[in-house]
Structures are given as C-alpha cells and as structure tokens.
C-alpha cells in the first residue's frame, strides 16, 4: 500500500463547478499535512496547510480526519486558473534536530474548462 | 529573493555518460531536498541535507548516484553512469525548517539519458 493515495482523477469541471479532491495517508504517526499545486512543467508549489480544526484560504478549503487518516481538499467556483495536479503531502516530523521527509501523492489532475 | 536555482534546466546525454546537476537553495535555509518525479513513481525524494551533512539518503536508487554539498549555498547530484532509466526531473528544495515546515522547490533539471 502506497503511504499517500489520491483521488486517481482526472477531473474535468466547467468554471463555476465546485469539485472535491480526497488523499488517505496510511502512517498514523503522520504529523503535518499539506496540499501543494503543480502546474504543468513547473515545480510544485505549497497551496496551503492542513490543520485538524480544518482552514479555508479564499475558495479553498482543507480538511483532516486524523481517525480516518483522511484529507480533503474543496475548491468552490472553479476557476480555469484552477487547472494543474494537485498533490496530498504528509511528513513525520521526527522531533529534536531530525526532519520529517514530505512524502507526496501520485496526484490528481484538474481541468477546468469554459 | 531569487529562489532555488537550479542548473541547468534540460539536459540531454547519452547512457554511460556522467551527469551533474546543480542547486543553490534560498538564502538562509538549513535544509535542502533532492526529488526526482516521473509519470510511473510520481515525486520521490533522493536525500536531504541539514546544515550542508546529508541526513537521509535511503531515497537514493543506486551507487550510481551521489549528492553533494559542501557549502549552506551550493550542492550537486550526479550520476555515473546514467541510464536511460534515469530520465526523469529532478528538483531541489530548499526549507527553514525553524520557521516553517514547507518546502520551496527550484524549476527542476529535464533529464534526458539517450
């Protein structure tokens, strides 16, 4: 079983749409989590945290479940700027002076189309 | 701020052939990433640095491939020999883990092996 599993997609959504992307992640020690945007050809860039109480940021919103090991992530009124593959990353954050590693998704692929 | 640097952008050479790839992270950063993504295995990460001394590098494939930093604004990853199987990009990162847990990634090098 892979560590971080995603929504296979595609997703093709006309503008407006609201669209739903869902991430499980199989180590319960998994202490941070996150969604990063990768466009095409471009390197992948962070869209925002995901904290256990749940944050929204503009039309974005993500949520966690950590009893599911579950994360979501909603985009309301799609925009076709939305477009690009969208990436569930988690870490363990080992304590002390270690680093918890990202370990990132397959991702999922948005389109959004007039 | 310039962000991660890397060098060069596309590279194309032929099996056998010793590659090297270059980063400079983002002024500041003690930590510093080496990923390699690919259609089939999706971003994973090769190693990590803290502080210019690798921490992590069970990521890495093979003898084949060696990373490097000897100073808090340089480092390099080769391979000798390259295989064809090694075409891939690669993409640094860079983060201050005291401040924050996100990672800033570089343009990534497209890399070719013929």
């Known amino acids: 079983r892979k560590e971080v599993e995603q929504d296979p997609g595609p997703f093709n959504v006309p503008e407006g749409a609201t669209v739903a992307f869902n991430c499980t992640y199989s180590?319960?020690?998994?202490?941070?989590f996150f969604w990063y945007r990768q466009d095409c050809r471009k390197e992948p860039k962070l869209l925002m945290s995901?904290?256990?109480s749940g944050n929204e940021d503009g039309r974005f919103t993500a949520q966690l479940n950590r009893a599911s090991q579950y994360i979501s992530l909603l985009i309301r009124d799609s925009k076709l700027s939305d477009s690009a593959t969208y990436l569930c990353?988690?870490?363990?954050?080992?304590?002390?002076?270690?680093?918890?590693?990202?370990?990132f998704g397959q991702g999922t692929i948005l389109t959004v189309h007039p | 701020d310039a962000g991660v640097i890397q060098s060069p952008r596309h590279e194309v050479t032929e099996m056998g052939q010793e590659v090297t790839l270059r980063c400079k992270p983002i002024?500041?950063?003690?930590?510093l990433f080496w990923y390699r993504q690919t259609m089939m295995r999706g971003l994973e990460l090769l190693i990590y640095?803290?502080?210019?001394?690798?921490?992590?590098d069970s990521g890495m494939p093979e003898d084949r491939f060696s990373a490097k930093m000897p100073n808090a604004s340089f480092s390099t990853l080769k391979i000798q020999p390259s295989e064809p199987r090694d075409s891939a990009v690669y993409f640094c990162?860079?983060?201050?883990?005291?401040?924050?847990?996100?990672?800033?990634f570089g343009p990534g090098t497209r890399l070719t092996v013929l």
């Open positions: 990162a860079s983060t201050d883990k005291k401040k924050e847990d996100t990672q800033y």
């Open positions: 180590n319960s020690a998994s202490q941070s």
């Open positions: 995901v904290y256990s």
């Open positions: 990353v988690v870490t363990l954050n080992a304590g002390g002076t270690s680093y918890g590693k990202l370990t």
């Open positions: 002024s500041g950063h003690d930590y």
């Open positions: 640095f803290n502080n210019n001394v690798p921490i992590d």
